[in-house]
């Protein structure tokens, strides 16, 4: 193939190096090549049609206490290709079937003097690269312990990037939107507040990082299959343009202890040309092992209330007494304490929720505050800080239990940790155990604040391995997770689909924390949820906070419209509707897309996109003839122009519209909106007007059922 | 009271203060001063028989992130004296009923500025002072952590001290004798290899450390109950003579995570003229809560023997392959390894262990090796090590479970964690449950090994906290622990007596790693053994180990008499016959007293005691009238002389004597014993020569139950 030829000979003039390995895509749109230098260095670049977007980028890894490291003197000792290509169904998802089609080349690497054997796996789709780094069984190589991973991404020019500060602890930033030269002047800017953070260079940021080259390419970094690996961070050399893998450390300073025989984590380039070629790539997916849960019909998506946006506001809190300046647990006696009146997990309050709940049609109801503990849960280092049993006085789990699950509800229990991760280890069991006894099948839970065994961070490998675990043993008990401030997903529910959601991003809480960027949603999708879906919990119709909570004054950056068309463009099996039930009662209309979305799929269309302006998609609810299509606005008013040739040849659909008023704005008018029915078929087209920070949300149900009377064509 | 005014006038003068408490013994021999310094640091002083012991001495903490800390500024804000005087009776122990009885000393104190209270808790018994700091409940001080603790033992002159380098990952080290300012000097040499080891300064020494004044006073610094606390080192002052508490520091560098209400261990100074008296004392177990057993009946006392002193020679092996680099458990087929053929926990060998302990009346065999990942256990750092469950292929649970049974012999467990304490952790509650499962009612922990977590010690707060934990964990199974390499034990079995042993000093392993200093056993006692009881494992009778294990050069440096007394003078309830069966077969008239001798005890008399020169202790069994006796002789060759007349009057009995020949010596002749029976009454005296690293042992049976024929008298 002369394209490929021609691209070998660049490589071989740019290294001088004639053991140059090329790949292929499928659909030959990738042409990746490995080489290694004159000095034994592996490296790859990555072209897309026809034009870098990788240069030559080098790979290996500085070990502790080996002064040659695996940095080079390699040799090619083996270089196998071949094709995979096969089909499977997710358990939940997006879509039905997913196709995982690729090329592979996995070179084994011998080293000079020390015979220590490294093989580097590519795999090339039709939506970009994979590659991890493999050490089989070997005498030379069994126990190692990494300083630094050295794996360049080395980029072509001054792109565009939608970018979070690097950190250890947290992912829970504004994006910035800048020119990679300007990454280093806006970060300080950029680290906003959290109440667990570490950053480390002034060029570093997280994965997945989004970017648009001058010339149009969409190109996405991040990882797969994070397991038993620190989680990737990348630091950016600003005059080169090259991004290097940044590792998370440990209490000592060490990156990564490993054991031959093992594996890397899958480092990933998705690149094209269209923005949505970017949201609908499964690639990550793919690039995890597959479903290890045997019969898995336990497992099912769930839309979900609860009692948590009221302590969120600061209408009520999670903790049931101020008498104390702390608690034990097993010795501070909460039935001889005085309430501080403020408590939310009451179980009047509780049944409220479930009966709102239960009326609407709701799935389950989240609790949160149940548990004693919260008097002194934060800020204080505290190793014994939830027993995750131990009710309040004021919350009667088996009177609640009853209760749900007379009126067809289940409550979702909450683990909050406080980041002290051994304390949760040590209760695990017991508290599964306790859920299963009482019916709770999901959890939430949550690792706010530093970690604790201490000098470990929220992303070093020691507590990545412990999320595992969590996860792994919920699955044991049948218990659906949704980790919050865990690390962020890359892909795992693949492997493991009891893991419903993670937070692991900037979601809904900062909107009553001082506000969210208002394009914070079109942003994402393109980074956050390729990893998995994120428990975003949209769906907030009050946007004034001070409503709730005179103290708070927040305001929530989004129209209403905005926030039904989350359901559908933020894809999560687990979705809330997080504001309170009153405020639902006030817009019954609205209140009704919440009701009717669906929360599993069988097809997505992505329909427009751009990361920080727009994002219009449309799914296919999962067994059902119903669409629901999502648009979310940026800053910009916009008119979005959408086709509906995705439906079915010949069905008309009844298509209702909950868009932006004219008026809106997300700023001075969030709560303007307009709702239309009209019928519309696969040759319909759309124009429909966004507010800033606004966007719409269409149900899309088959004609004849009904409510079509008066509907005129679109 | 005269005596008391003079001391607390001259206090006065030292510090030019008038806020002066005393305190006195039951006694009286001992006189606590306690007052605040005119910048309102606090400070004791302890008299003993109206001399000081322990100089002026600061007391105080250096917070984290408090300038004003917890050092100076104080005020007396309440004071009160008590008395208490309780007897109680152990689990086990070394007597009947031990004596509570002592005066007490609560100073309150409120910090200006600040207006933060802290409690000084000081306690006079007649042997000695126990005091520590609390923290009560305010919304002053919830949470805090400490830097330093700033607890001062001012000696009184250049002490002859008995020691071992100040560490926080070993106490397994020969002790020194030297001046106190000579330890600087001769740290270097004392710091001998370890497979864990982090020192921390020249002049850092441990507790329970043993001195000796020039006038003959014996002082014994230490601590009681180390609950959920790190643990105290002592550094000293070499120009001043000052000891200054030295915390074992966390990954980050910390001391100390504290939540009043809470206080510190006790800090103890145990004095007398006479090192009889320091054996004896019983106020590290005092000192801490009462049994939190609930009938503990199920806690019994252990002899045993075990698969282990092969494999601790080199003579066998606690792997099963030498196959692989590597192993991974879930992953390695242990079926399907080569076996090396020098595996010790075989089916047969086991058998061959629970025949020799049936036949001679032990209660158990120790079996280690018997479970996956002795393959690569140690120096790799690695998490997932042991699964506490799964047995080599050689090793059948349920057939040797049976064939105990059917003999009367118990299986000890064997859970070596490799310092891998959260893989522990996580699997406690399964190992624990096997173990009930399986028949098995003790478990010998270990923890070989830098700790995982990376940046803990053996001896930081979060690492003394997990031993606590398993103790308590194990103690809802009914399980006894025996735990070897955790923290040194600080009288925590009274309050947890399924906490039968613990090795955390350097054991008869030792003996066969290079060799003991011959003197090592006349030390112990003053002590490790202050703080509960060590399993030590005597009873070698081979002591050229060459003829075990012809690559192994040690030589123990013991007479197999001295092995003999051991199980006397190295008081616990848990005592091992560690030689292999072949070596007791050779010699079956001496090793007839470890056969017979008991290991539980209503009296304990010590009769002789010099540190690192000799100890010579009686005790009578538990229930029954025997009495058992035992004599360790340092490097001089001594005749030991003491008198029966702690036996009942009027009752003669027969006395078999264990004793070194004439020409034994620890080095050159350490099998040359003789063993003679003569009759005793309470008025008999003996005089019995001593061997260089020799001694004698004693039973004495009432008379008139046979064998007494041909018996001379003394």
Redesign the interface.
Known sequence: MKKGLQLACIFVLCFGNIMAQQLTSPDKKFVLVFALQGDGTPVYQLDYNGKQVVKPSKLGFVLKGDKQSLLNQFTVVDQKQSTFDESWNPVWGEVKTIRNHYNELAVTLSQKESNRKMLIRFRLFNDGLGFRYEFP???EL??F?IKEERTQFAMTGNHTAYWIPGDYDTQEYDFTTSKLSEIRELMKKSITDNLAQTSFSPTGVQTSLMMKSSDGIYINLHEAALINYSCMHLNLDDKNMVFESWLTP???G?KG?M???CTTPWRTVIVSSDARDILASKMIYNLNEPNKIKDPGWIKPVKYVGVWWEMITGKSSWSYTNE???V?LGVTDFTKAKPSGTHGATNANVKKYIDFAAKHGFDAVLVEGWNIGWE?WFG????YVFDFVTPYPDFNVQELRDYAKAKGVRIIMHHETSGSV?NY??HL?TAYRFMKQNGYNAVKSGYVGPIL????THYSQ?IV?HYQ?AIEKAADYQIMVNAHEAVRPTGIARTYPNLIGNESARGTEYQAFGGSKANHVTLLPFTRLLGGPMDYTPGIFEMDLSKLNPANKSHVNSTLANQLALYVTMYSPLQMAADLPENYDRFPDAFQFIKDVAIDWDDSKYLEAEPGEYITVARKAKGKDEWYLGSVNGYSKRTSKISFDFLDKGTTYIATIYADAKDADFKSNPQAYVIRKVLVKNTSKLQQLCAPGGGYAISLMVAGKGATKGSKSL
């Open positions: 069984q070997q005498k069994a126990y312990v440990d209490a000592k060490d202890y054991q031959a025989p104390y300046p702390s034990q002194d204080n280092s505290k190793d051994r280890e040590r069991d065994p201490r000098g470990e020691w391995n675990y």
